[in-house]
């Protein structure tokens, strides 16, 4: 797969995030960004979603940290013992 050139030569993620920022913050249009970054609309509107996505998992993140103690209190009183379904059990 090549690598993600364009036109001011800035990496895929930096174009990523000043995308969504024109669309969302200065009322681009995602054809006028495009234009100015040498891509397609489609890219553009790609871009955005998944910035927007990655925002959404940040702050679900952070409420999940900022709440912690409070999860915590409740699954002690429920003696919970914290599920991890990611970690390995045969270590």
Known sequence: MPK????GGQPRDKCMVAAYALVNNFGA????VA???GCSQGTVAN???E???????SGLKNELAKAN????DLADQLN???YRPDEDEDE
């Open 51 to 57: 910035v927007g996505f990655r925002k959404e998992i």
């Open 35 to 37: 234009n100015v970054m």
């Open 4 to 7: 993600y050139q364009n036109k």
């Open 80 to 82: 919970l013992i914290e």
């Open 69 to 72: 103690d409070y999860i915590a």
């Open 29 to 32: 249009t995602q054809a006028a």
């Open 47 to 49: 871009w955005v979603k």
